[in-house]
């Protein structure tokens, strides 16, 4: 793994759902070389009060952020479809797509699919993110031959 490899960290971060999953994931990347981006921290909290204007620059702000990032981690805590939009908004874009499953609950095959990667534990999604790092700079060395 040569560069930062800037991942998109999704998941339910909101301040009613316990995050200690993602919290430690978020420190765990950047422990290893990666730069983990949070978009509810980064871009803002969604509360339902703000104006069309506020919501357009959030949701703007995020697609910034899923376009900057060259890879996906979502965390799957509960039933939470803003995740799933952008699980496919990454595949969708060719980019990889780790699913940390901690309780194992992930079954739906268009789900599934769209991952290039499901991991049940952080140690499992580092190895596959630091695989899928190496595989983007091969393909980056062999565009450049």
Not at 17 to 23: F, L, M, S, V
Not at 50 to 78: C, G, H, K, P, Y
Request: net charge negative.
């Amino acid at each position: 793994m040569k560069g930062k490899i800037q991942v998109y960290l999704a998941g339910p971060d909101f301040p009613h759902i316990d995050t200690k999953w993602i919290d430690e994931l978020h420190d765990r990347l950047n422990q290893e070389g990666f730069v983990s981006r949070r978009p509810i921290q980064e871009n803002g909290l969604f509360t339902g009060n703000e104006t069309d204007e506020q919501r357009q620059e959030i949701f703007d702000n995020d697609v910034r952020l899923l376009e900057e990032t060259s890879m996906l981690i979502a965390v799957l805590l509960n039933d939470d479809p803003g995740t799933y939009v952008e699980i496919g908004w990454m595949s969708k874009a060719g980019k990889p797509v780790i699913i940390f499953d901690p309780h194992q609950e992930a079954t739906n095959l268009f789900l599934v699919k769209s991952a290039d990667a499901i991991a049940y534990t952080i140690n499992e999604v580092i190895e596959h993110a630091k695989r899928l790092s190496d595989r983007m700079e091969s393909e980056k060395t062999q565009i450049k031959e």
